[in-house]
Nanobody
Framework: VQLQASGGGLVQAGGSLRLSCEAS????????MGWYRQAPGKQREFVAS???????NYADSVKGRFTISRDSANNTLYLQMNSLKSEDTAVYYC?????????WGQGTLVTVSS
């Protein structure tokens, strides 16, 4: 099982980015599947998650700004991030749970300049 995250970069505050996480094999086998982030000097924190039947959850800090979605045809998880703030700066990791095991992507850096 492999998860490959991409899409990070440098963006100005108020801008948008879309992160992608490509899974090896059928993405629907992961439940839940989601995004976490780790800012410098801080612990990794939950950002958003998605269940294969459509349920989504978001951290309060990103509600209304971020949208998580799955593309089962391409086995890819997305995180659309709008209205980015400097406090969104972090390494973003995708995560998928399969048969009780957690799998992590390698992380992609998002830097928001103010």
């Amino acid at each position: 099982v492999q998860l490959q995250a991409s899409g990070g970069g440098l963006v100005q505050a108020g801008g948008s980015l879309r992160l992608s996480c490509e899974a090896s094999g059928n993405i629907l086998r992961f439940n839940p599947m989601g995004w976490y982030r780790q800012a410098p000097g801080k612990q990794r924190e939950f950002v958003a998650s998605s269940r294969s039947w459509g349920t989504t959850n978001y951290a309060d800090s990103v509600k209304g700004r971020f949208t998580i979605s799955r593309d089962s045809a391409n086995n890819t998880l997305y995180l659309q991030m709008n209205s980015l703030k400097s406090e969104d700066t972090a390494v973003y990791y995708c995560n998928g749970r399969f048969v009780g095991n957690d799998y992590w992507g390698q992380g992609t850096l998002v830097t928001v300049s103010s």
